[in-house]
Every structure is written in C-alpha cells, then in structure tokens.
C-alpha cells in the first residue's frame, strides 16, 4: 500500500513538473529568427543590404570587383550568419570575421557606413525597432575583428 501511495505522489509531482515546464514553454517568447521571419525575409533583407553597400560610394570599391560567383557566395554568408546570430537553424560556415578581413584596413568609418546600409535594409522590410536592436547586438561584437584588420 505504502508503495502505490508511493508511486501516486511520484506520479503527480511528475505530471506538475511537466505541466510546469510546458506552461513556462509556451509563455516563452518566439526567437528572434522567427520575429524577423524566417530564413526567406532574412535572405530579402541580405539581398538589400548588398545593394545599398554596392551603392553606397563611401564602400562601394571594397565590392566592385566581385564577381557574381563571389556576391552569391557573400548573400549567402550574410544571410546564414544573421539566421545563426538571431537563433535560428542555420550554421555560418565562412571564414572566421579576423581571418575574412585581415589586411583589409577597414575604417570606423566603413564600418559605420556598412551598418547603415543593414539599417536601411532593415527598414525597409519594415523589420521593428526591438527586433534591429537586436540584430545589431548580435553582430556588433564582430567589430573588434573586422575594423582596423
């Protein structure tokens, strides 16, 4: 008898544990992957991102000898390393970000040029305020390795 009693309170303080864990699972809040989207939006805001650093004459000549091979390869890059950075499924698989741009000698001012060409992607895929707070945390450490390389 004392066994059963035993094995019922078991039971239940099992049945509550995992009631509790799946209540706490479903108040969690979605990644930041899924918030911006998916993989899809990602790659939309990737193709952008490229385009206004193209475009953009303060960091237009470290591009302008890619071949179209060489932006494919850098668009899906990008996009795998923000889908890493916001939590996402994917696995960047480039060059470390110091190894990428050793010798390059790139400026804050590149930098900062590069990151308002994200923003400006960002914005117009109408990504929120919160969710490019974000993003831009997450990549923000790579600076130390990549200005001044």
Same mark, same amino acid.
């Given at each position: 008898?004392?066994?059963? @009693? ?21 108040? #969690? ?16 805001? @990737?193709? =952008? ?6 475009? $953009? ?13 060489? @932006? ?7 996009? =795998? #390393?923000?889908? #890493? ?37 960002? =914005? ?8 490019? #707070? ?10 130390? $390795?990549?200005?001044?390389?």
């Amino acid at each position: 008898m004392r066994r059963t @009693v035993l094995r019922s309170v078991a039971l239940v303080v099992a049945v509550a544990a995992l009631a509790a864990c799946a209540t706490m699972e479903a108040k #969690q809040e979605p990644l930041l992957y899924d918030r911006l989207g998916g993989r899809h939006p990602i790659a939309l805001v @990737v193709d =952008d991102f490229v385009a206004n650093v193209v475009a $953009d004459n303060r960091i237009s000549a470290r591009f302008k000898d890619l071949k179209p091979a060489d @932006v494919a390869r850098l668009k899906s890059n990008l996009s =795998d #390393q923000i889908c #890493q950075a916001a939590g996402g499924p994917c696995s960047y698989l480039g060059k470390d970000m110091k190894t990428a741009h050793k010798d390059m000698r790139i400026a804050e001012a590149e930098w900062n040029a590069t990151v308002e060409a994200l923003v400006k992607a960002l =914005d117009k895929h109408k990504v929120g305020a919160r969710e490019k #707070q974000e993003l831009l945390g997450a990549l923000g450490p790579m600076k130390k $390795d990549i200005v001044g390389q």
